[in-house]
Structures are given as C-alpha cells and as structure tokens.
C-alpha cells in the first residue's frame, strides 16, 4: 500500500514529512494552553492583589495576603469561577466575555487532552484560531481595564495626563502579544499579504 492510498489525509501528511500544517497545530495548540492560563491568571490575580492588604516574606519573595473580603468572594466557588464573578461586577467583563471564558475553558481542555486526535483523526475539526485571538484581545483588554480604571486612577501623578488608551498594557501581555506572533508569524505574514 501507499502513502497516497491511505484513507486518512491528515496521517499522509505527516508519513509525506509535509511538517508544515502538523507544526502549526501543535503551535496553535500550544498557545490555546498559554493564552488559558494567561488569562486564568490574569483574572484570579487581580482580583487576589486587588483584595490584598497586608504583605509578607515567604520563602525570600514578597507575597501578598489577601483580606477576608477575597476569602469571602471565594466561599464555596473555585478561585477563576469567584475571580470571574467579581470581574463581572465590577464591571471589567461583561456577561458575554464570560461566556467566551466559559467556552474557551471547555475548548482548551479539549485540546489538551484530544491532541493527538485533532492531529490525526479526520473527523476532527481543524483547531478553532479565531476562538484563541478572541480570548487573547479579551485578555489585553481586562489587563488594559485594570491598568486604567485602578492603577492609573488611584495613582495621582497620573492625574490631568493624556492617555492613548490603545497603547496601555502590562509587560506581561507585551510579551504574550510577542510570543503569538512569534509562534504564528507565518500564518500572520500569509494574512497579511492576502489582505494586501
């Protein structure tokens, strides 16, 4: 039998060494867990540092103890599902952005534990992009949130200064933006000349 007679498209790809479309997919589903946890991060840390009011040494770092506040805001709730919850209301994220969250959440563990079937099962969909760059923009957007209306805000030398909003993001989501198009930089440039 060969290659070429093999039922299967995606498995004739990788036995032709065509490594192309295999090495985006595994870059693609690379970035679905960093983006996750990016964002997981992002909104459980926020809000644990937003409720934090006293500060101590363990284990030669700084950290944060959270008041009884973040405690409460926890009770009987997972931190991202209690952090989340408390993004909403406060206003950092709306009910449809939670949803993208939720579905998000759902995709990602999909693709972390069917990998191997989105690589080479046939039946299977091709990974879901725009779904990770929709999540990404959420992400710079809630970190571009706090930025604005909590560090910026309460910060007085910030007072009666002109501000690019577009332009506010933390180190973090700079090198995050830096990694996707690292990683996607092929994709990217094809986009681009198409859109040319």
């Not at 007679?5 to 995606?10: A, F, Q, T, W």
């Not at 997919?25 to 926020?46: C, P, S, W």
Request: include cysteine.
């Amino acid at each position: 039998m060969e290659i070429n007679d093999l039922p299967y498209e995606k498995l004739k790809l990788l036995l032709k060494e065509d490594h192309q479309a295999i090495s985006l997919n595994l870059r693609v589903a690379a970035l679905f867990l960093v983006v996750y946890e990016n964002l997981k991060d992002l909104i459980t840390d926020k809000a644990r540092s937003f409720f934090t009011d006293d500060w101590q040494i363990v284990d030669g770092k700084l950290e944060g103890k959270p008041s009884q506040k973040y405690l409460d805001l926890l009770r009987g709730k997972s931190a991202f599902r209690a952090c989340r919850d408390f993004h909403i209301e406060i206003g950092a994220i709306s009910s449809e952005d939670d949803e993208l969250i939720d579905r998000f959440s759902a995709y990602r563990g999909e693709v972390a534990h069917e990998l191997y079937s989105i690589l080479f099962d046939d039946s299977k969909a091709a990974l879901d992009v725009d779904l990770l760059f929709q999540v990404h923009r959420l992400a710079r957007n809630i970190d571009r949130w706090w930025i604005l209306n909590v560090e910026i805000a309460t910060d007085g030398d910030w007072v009666d200064k002109e501000i690019d909003e577009e332009q506010v993001m933390s180190g973090r989501q700079l090198f995050l933006d830096q990694l996707v198009r690292v990683a996607l930089k092929d994709v990217l440039d094809l986009l681009e000349e198409e859109g040319a």
